[in-house]
C-alpha cells in the first residue's frame, strides 16, 4: 500500500462516481475536485477553533430535532417508557446540514432559516 500511486488508493474518484457528480452537480466539478482540497487542508487544519461553534450547534440541533418525548407512554416488561417515533435519516441529514452550516457561514447567518 506504501508503495502504490495515489490514484490507486484514493477515496475521490470512487465517491464522484458513487455520487454521479458530472450529472447531479455538474461534470467541471466532477473532473477538477479543488473543493475536496480545500476541505482537507484548510477545514480540517481549523477544526479544534470551530470545536466550540460544532458542538454549541450540535447540542441545539438535537434538542430542536429529536425532542425527549411527546407524551405517549407505552407499557414494556411492566415498565412504561415515554418515546416519540421519528426518522433517524431525516433527522441525522437535517442535523448535518445545521453543524455545516454553522461551520461554513457562522453563527448570525445560519439562524436565518433552521431557528
Not at 473532473?31 to 482540497?37: D, G, I, M, P, S
Not at 461553534?53 to 425527549?68: C, H, K, N, R
Request: with cysteine.
Amino acid at each position: 500500500m506504501f508503495s502504490a500511486p495515489e490514484e490507486h488508493l484514493s477515496f475521490t474518484k470512487p465517491a464522484a462516481d458513487g455520487l454521479q457528480l458530472e450529472y447531479t452537480i455538474s461534470k467541471s466539478v466532477a473532473e477538477n475536485q479543488w473543493h475536496a482540497l480545500v476541505v482537507k487542508s484548510e477545514l480540517s487544519r481549523h477544526i479544534p477553533e470551530l470545536m466550540p461553534a460544532i458542538v454549541d450547534e450540535l447540542d441545539s440541533a438535537m434538542s430542536d430535532e429529536i425532542p425527549l418525548t411527546d407524551g405517549n407512554a407505552i407499557a414494556c416488561e411492566s415498565n412504561l417508557l415515554d418515546w416519540t417515533p421519528l426518522c433517524a435519516f431525516e433527522k441525522a441529514v437535517n442535523i448535518v446540514a445545521r453543524i455545516s452550516n454553522r461551520v461554513f457561514v457562522g453563527l448570525p447567518l445560519c439562524n436565518l432559516t433552521t431557528r
